[in-house]
Every structure is written in C-alpha cells, then in structure tokens.
C-alpha cells in the first residue's frame, strides 16, 4: 500500500499557534489577496504610463515580461524555497508554518491562498531587487504584471483543490498538482502552470494523470465512507 502522504483531508483549520493573532496571520479567505492586489496593480500600470509617461506598448510588453517571469518566480520558489528540507527543529518548524502545513492538510480552505502577512513583505523584498535592475517606471508596468501572475497562482491553486474540472487545461493542471500532493511532492513544482516542470524535467508521466483522477475518486470513497 502507498504511503500517505497527507494528514487530513478536511476542509477546516488545524491551530497552529496558541496566540489568537498569530493564528490569525496564517489563515486567510480566497478573496482577500483579490481585493488587496488588483488596486496595486491599477496604480503600477498607472503609474508608469500617465505618471511615467510610457507608450501603451511598452507598459504591455513590460506587463508581460511581469507576468511570463511570475511563472519561473513560482517554480523556483516552489521547488527550492517551500520544498527546502531544514535539518534544524527551528528550521523544520518555519518550514511546516511556510509550507509543510499545507501538505499535511492539503484542503484546508483558509490556507491555500497567500495570507497578507506573509505576501506583502515578499512583494516588498522582490520589488527592491528588482529595483535594482529596472527603472522606476518600467518596474511599475514589469512588477503589475508580476503581481497578476501571482494572483493568477493564488486563485488557481484554490481551485485546483476544490474546483471540480471536468475537462480541459484546467484539468490537465489540477491533475498535475494533485500527483504532486499524493504521489510525489518532489515532482510537479508549478502550480498555475507546469511548462517550467516540462522544461526542468521535474514533472509526471503521462500515465501518472490517470492515477490521479482514479486517487481523488477514491479519496472521495473514503471520505464519504468515513
């Protein structure tokens, strides 16, 4: 028999912390990071053709470039950040609060999007970085295209746990991520899409897609039976 590899399936929330606020961080609706991000993302495009003055194409092709860099952003972050396996307790315990979590509890409908807490001070360090590389102005359009990419990320990824695709791209992404869930999480890194996995060789057969469309039936065989 295969090793599970999860906790639970259950939609609810396993406490993480004794402090009411600090649980309060880790957990967040699926809407919020819409609600946050799409005024910043108006205002970067804003900012960089009224205030910067950039033709429409060249705030296009930054945006872009944003949104196409996202995808390799989210594979590496992915594979080499979440997936880091520390030898340390306090380093084990970061990375069971970063990401281990969400492995062990894969539905947990509360922790499957990015809370607040933990994405604005991501944006803000990658956004230095980057400044370091672009214009003020050409990073406004590059960095809202960056954004939406992320936010394309985020809103899939809640999809691809409870989203019932039937058939289509979408299916093709939600199958590759859920082999990544509960057959190998050291395969199948992109989540919104999986072309980096493609060109990095770190993705599934195409046999293992029909292994997970027969292990979500049977998870739901037994979570009924249960």
């Not at 929330?13 to 990071?33: A, G, I, N, W």
């Not at 954004?147 to 289509?168: R, T, W």
């Not at 293992?208 to 039936?217: F, L, S, T, Y």
Request: glycine content about 6%; charged content about 20%; proline content about 4%.
């Amino acid at each position: 028999m295969a090793k599970k590899l999860y906790v639970s399936n259950s939609t609810e929330s396993q406490r993480m912390f004794k402090s009411d606020f600090l649980e309060s961080l880790t957990k967040v609706h699926y809407l919020v990071p819409i609600i946050f991000w799409v005024p910043v993302i108006v205002y970067l495009i804003y900012k960089a053709y009224a205030i910067g003055e950039m033709t429409t194409g060249s705030v296009v092709g930054y945006f872009i470039f944003g949104l196409a860099f996202w995808t390799l952003a989210e594979y590496v972050l992915h594979r080499w950040i979440f997936h880091y396996h520390p030898t340390s307790a306090w380093g084990q315990r970061i990375h069971f609060i970063f990401h281990g979590v969400h492995h062990d509890y894969p539905k947990d409908r509360l922790r499957l999007v990015m809370p607040l807490s933990a994405s604005i001070p991501m944006a803000a360090i990658i956004y230095f970085i980057l400044s370091w590389f672009f214009g003020e102005f050409t990073l406004s359009a590059f960095f809202a295209g960056f954004l939406f990419g992320y936010l394309i990320y985020d809103e899939c990824h809640y999809a691809m746990h409870h989203a019932n695709f039937k058939s289509g791209l979408f299916k093709r992404i939600k199958d590759h991520h859920m082999l990544h869930h509960y057959a190998d999480p050291e395969k199948g890194f992109g989540v919104s899409s999986y072309i980096w996995d493609v060109i990095f060789g770190s993705g599934f057969p195409k046999k293992g897609v029909k292994k997970a469309a027969a292990e979500r039936a049977n998870r739901k065989k037994d979570e009924i039976e249960a």
